[in-house]
């Protein structure tokens, strides 16, 4: 079946910098999802990107199908922005999911 | 507009107890799923539903079960549970067409 990977697993950053995560998968995909899991375990849904670039306010998402992967930005970084981030990758009916990376955002 | 909805929040069960986790979604998407999340990884596929009267096993089935007799509902059932089975459990769902999922709050069940 498809692997789907993360990096860097963990990262830790100073409030107001800027970062990079980056999601990998071995086949084509479907579709393509990131997640924030907040320190409560929630997952909010960040982005449905199966191509293309989406900006939402600080935030924004690349996937390049065709190369298999995708990239998350985070730009100033705040303190709520601290969980795990997960991409999710649509393979026929189903999705698999990364390992995550664990962000944590200091102040 | 709920969303997708999961009862309980909590639970603790004795070994070899059984239980069924709720989940319910008002979107009427035809696909719904059911993850398990292990501490500090990611999330695994249990079992899945493409709509109401069809399931298929995901990449983590044994121990549970799952029916679909509604297009609101997909309950899943634990039967004999085990100290394995401690988890938080997430349900989703997604329309036909878009590959976008919708999770519940979770449910953390603990096997004692």
């Known amino acids: 079946g498809i692997q789907v990977e993360q990096s860097p697993p963990d990262l830790i950053l100073q409030e107001g910098a800027n970062s990079t995560l980056r999601c990998n998968f071995s086949?084509?995909?479907?579709?393509l999802q990131w997640f924030h899991q907040n320190p409560w375990g929630q997952l909010i849904n960040l982005f449905y990107?199966?191509?293309g670039t989406k900006q939402n306010g600080r935030l924004s998402a690349t996937t390049v199908a065709t190369e298999r992967y995708s990239l998350l930005y985070i730009s100033s970084s705040q303190t709520t922005d601290s969980g795990v981030y997960f991409c999710?990758?649509?393979?026929?009916?189903?999705?698999?999911f990364g390992p995550g990376t664990r962000l944590s955002v200091l102040p | 507009n709920a969303g997708v909805t999961q009862t309980p929040k909590f639970r603790i069960l004795k070994i070899g107890q059984s239980m069924t986790l709720q989940c319910t979604q008002d979107?009427?998407?035809?696909?719904m799923y059911w993850y398990r999340q292990d501490p500090g990884m990611g999330l695994k596929l249990i079992y899945y539903?493409?709509?109401?009267?069809?399931?298929d096993k995901g990449e983590v089935p044994n121990g549970y079960n799952v029916s679909r007799s509604t297009t609101e509902d997909f309950p899943l059932r634990l039967e004999l549970a085990a100290p394995s089975q401690t988890s938080v459990y997430f349900c989703?769902?997604?329309?036909?067409?878009?590959?976008?999922?919708?999770f519940g709050p979770g449910t953390r069940l603990t096997v004692t």
């Open positions: 989703a769902s997604r329309d036909g067409i878009a590959y976008e999922q919708y």
């Open positions: 990107i199966p191509s």
């Open positions: 086949d084509s995909v479907n579709n």
């Open positions: 999710a990758a649509a393979y026929g009916q189903n999705f698999v």
């Open positions: 979107m009427n998407h035809n696909y």
């Open positions: 539903s493409v709509g109401a009267g069809i399931t």
